[in-house]
């Protein structure tokens, strides 16, 4: 695993990615094709957001998280016990062969060193016609109007400290060769540009404090010299409610394989 560059398990990172499934399960559920019964696997769960989520979309799931981090799996097994989760590394699953109907993982692969190793493993724990999603990101696509200098530089900063960790933080971008390398044939990848402006403000209001509360988890990866660039950027950010004709713009990947 590469570090990771959020903030790790305290009460603010968990509340954040609570906040954060339910912005993704609202663009990225309705590909799933989900029907309880389904054996589901949720690969890198985390604290068990999205893995949570998945079970109220669809009650009746055979559903099992699996994480690396013991940590996150504590706060898995805390907030959400209805989850069965077990800890284990998404590049060697303790499944057999053909265990699961569905593998749902949401930002994962921008943090491994491998990413074909960890597909390798899906496709390989995937009953036959079987399908997997992954939403990833690609920090290239992020964009702001007006130009904020200090989101800029933050993203620089964050996307260095993610690439020297061995992660990648424009994977989104590399997604169909890496599924092609694992051994799947069948691929789609939608990226479609999410856009906030004030012609939608709930969505906008969102998406602002979306990445205003990734970047509020930074200081521990940028270091505590950074926090004021940190508060500036966030300023930026909250500063594009008002701004004229403002807007901020980002693509995440959404890959979907067939075994
Ligand atoms: C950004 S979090 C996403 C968590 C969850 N999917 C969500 O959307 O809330 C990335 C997760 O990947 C996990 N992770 C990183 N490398 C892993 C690996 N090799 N095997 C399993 N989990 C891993 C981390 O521990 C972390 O919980």
Redesign the pocket.
């Known amino acids: 695993?590469?570090s990771?560059v959020?903030g790790g398990t305290t009460a603010r990172e968990v509340a954040r990615?609570e906040k954060?499934?339910d912005f993704?399960a609202s663009f990225t559920f309705s590909t799933l094709e989900l029907q309880p019964g389904l054996r589901v696997l949720?690969?890198?769960?985390?604290?068990g957001?999205?893995g949570v989520r998945l079970l109220r979309a669809c009650p009746g799931l055979h559903l099992v998280g699996?994480?690396?981090?013991a940590a996150?799996l504590a706060a898995a097994r805390h907030n959400h016990p209805e989850l069965p989760v077990l800890r284990?590394?998404?590049?060697r699953l303790p499944f057999p062969d053909a265990t699961f109907d569905r593998v749902h993982?949401?930002?994962?692969l921008?943090?491994?060193p491998t990413p074909t190793k960890?597909l390798t493993e899906v496709h390989r724990v995937l009953r036959p016609k079987g399908l997997c999603q992954f939403?990833e990101v690609d920090n290239e696509t992020f964009g702001t109007t007006p130009a904020c200098p200090s989101v800029t530089e933050v993203m620089r900063r964050l996307n260095h400290a993610q690439q020297q960790g061995g992660g990648d933080p424009f994977v989104g971008e590399k997604l169909e060769a890496h599924f092609a390398a694992a051994g799947f044939e069948r691929v789609q990848v939608d990226r479609r540009q999410m856009t906030g402006n004030r012609r939608d403000p709930r969505f906008f209001q969102a998406f602002i404090d979306e990445f205003a509360e990734i970047f509020e988890g930074l200081d521990e990866s940028l270091g505590t010299e950074a926090l004021p660039l940190i508060a500036s950027a966030i300023s930026e950010l909250r500063g594009l409610w008002d701004a004229p004709a403002g807007e901020l713009r980002y693509t995440p990947s959404i890959a979907r394989a067939w075994r």
Do not use: I, N
């Open positions: 695993m590469s990771y959020h990615l954060q499934a993704t949720d690969l890198a769960t985390g604290v957001a999205m699996v994480d690396l981090a996150q284990a590394d998404a590049t993982c949401s930002w994962l921008e943090h491994v960890v939403v």
